[in-house]
């Protein structure tokens, strides 16, 4: 352990210990855990601007617009960062659609994916003048063209079609395969362009595919491309215009020695295969989420109690499955680490949080010396986290942090008990 250099720590840039503690950019953590209080969870500005400008430097010279996937974190002030960086944003609700326009983003640079969209979606989406629906079946273009004709409108639209592709993932976000109910199947993609191109309330745009979420290998996404520009070439030759291509998101990060490539050399290689095929200088289109804001972000959490046992030690803390849904719901691996490190070697813990369920766990079998009151780090936790956060056991939500170089700027108040049952009534 780290006790007195200035180290990063691997897939984390911008959180590092200075002296024996630990910081993210300018800010020590244990001074924040102090100020704010635990579950806490505290993001690095320059983390995500330079997360994004390794696609900013992969697109150099091209066509493209990044819309950053806010399902991954969709706070305002993340969101803002985003939008000042003249990102796009991909959406799924309506109501991440109003978090765009409370934070100064632009619909027309919006584009609006999802399986089941409402007819209010759509016509929320229609009114402010989105970018493009991301259309997920042939029932859906039917229903946004009547909801789009009635307004005297065009709603632009996208295929999302499903490549077929492994994406070699967890089962759980792995969306391109035939059995997943995402996008339209390749086979039957062309007769679905040509139903979208006789509706009198659609203008057919684009086409896109996502095919899955912390992908670590490039083979699956050249695959999905050839995919896609073959369905480009049939229906382009079938007289519909395709203007923008879209890839999707789903670039993984390193959570616990994954080695994902950089996103500018993917690029590099995508890039290198749209020019072979003659599509290089079309509109691109891509929806990054995790991988501009997973290695951005820490969950502080305190250690409440040890409890050792006959088989297991656990490590108590009060962050919770609530606060951090991952390991849960995926059996996800986060590093976790002291932001004040003890020297020796410490005891083999489950760690574990104070939610009335066993699989309330954040990290098992890790070596750690610690005591009651410690700070803990939670690594990777910019993206899927708080996004997922729920009131569980009646656990008000955690507070943010954003820092930007020596400044931490409280983007989020944590949650009351009275917030969490606010909107309730008794009969
Ligand atoms: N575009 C679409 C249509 C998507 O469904 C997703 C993610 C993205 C873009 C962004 O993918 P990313 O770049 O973040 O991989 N909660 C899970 C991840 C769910 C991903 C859902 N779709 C987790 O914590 O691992």
């Not at 290089?280 to 990054?288: A, S, Y």
């Not at 976790?336 to 309330?360: H, Y």
Request: charged share 20%; aromatic share 6%; proline share 5%.
């Amino acid at each position: 352990m780290n006790t007195s250099t200035n180290a990063n720590l691997p897939g984390q840039p911008h959180i590092a210990y200075l002296g024996d503690q630990l910081h993210v950019e300018g800010v020590a953590l244990s001074q924040l855990a102090r100020e704010h209080g635990t579950p806490l969870f505290v993001y690095s500005k320059a983390a995500m601007l330079s997360a994004l400008a390794a696609y900013q430097r992969g697109f150099a010279g091209r066509q493209a617009q990044i819309c950053y996937a806010m399902k991954a974190n969709s706070s305002l002030a993340i969101l803002q960062v985003f939008a000042e960086a003249g990102c796009g944003f991909d959406i799924v609700s309506g109501g991440e659609l109003a978090r765009v326009l409370a934070a100064g983003g632009d619909p027309a640079k919006v584009i609006f994916s999802g399986v089941g969209k409402t007819r209010h979606e759509m016509k929320q989406a229609l009114q402010v003048g989105i970018g493009c629906f991301n259309v997920e079946s042939e029932a859906e273009l039917d229903v946004l063209s009547a909801v789009a004709v009635s307004m005297g409108k065009h709603a632009p639209v996208s295929l999302r079609v499903n490549p077929n592709v492994d994406p070699k993932t967890h089962p759980y976000i792995s969306t391109g395969l035939k059995g997943n109910k995402f996008g339209v199947a390749h086979e039957e993609a062309l007769r679905a362009y040509r139903h979208a191109a006789s509706l009198p309330g659609l203008k057919v745009v684009g086409i896109d595919c996502h095919i899955g979420s912390q992908i670590t290998d490039s083979t699956p996404y050249l695959d999905a491309m050839d995919r896609v520009l073959d369905l480009v070439a049939e229906v382009e030759s079938a007289g519909i215009p395709i203007h923008h291509i879209d890839f999707g998101g789903g670039l993984g990060i390193n959570y616990n020695g994954d080695t994902p490539p950089q996103a500018d050399a993917l690029w590099a290689q995508l890039l290198a295969k749209l020019d072979a095929r003659g599509y290089g200088q079309r509109q691109l289109m891509i929806e990054p989420g995790r991988s501009l804001v997973g290695n951005a972000g820490v969950c502080l959490t305190e250690v409440l109690y040890l409890k050792p046992g006959e088989q297991k030690n656990f490590c108590i803390v009060d962050a919770a499955m609530n606060d951090l849904p991952r390991p849960a719901m995926y059996q996800a691996f986060h590093q976790i680490v002291p932001v004040t490190p003890r020297s020796g070697d410490g005891v083999v813990f489950d760690v574990v949080g104070p939610v009335c369920e066993s699989g309330d766990w954040i990290g098992r079998d890790r070596q750690m010396l610690v005591l009651a009151g410690d700070v803990l780090a939670v690594l990777s936790a910019g993206a899927y986290c708080m996004s997922m956060a729920s009131n569980y056991n009646t656990r008000g939500r955690a507070a943010e942090i954003l820092v930007d170089g020596t400044k931490a700027h409280l983007i989020r108040q944590r949650e009351s008990a009275f917030d969490t049952f606010a909107l309730e009534q008794l009969v």
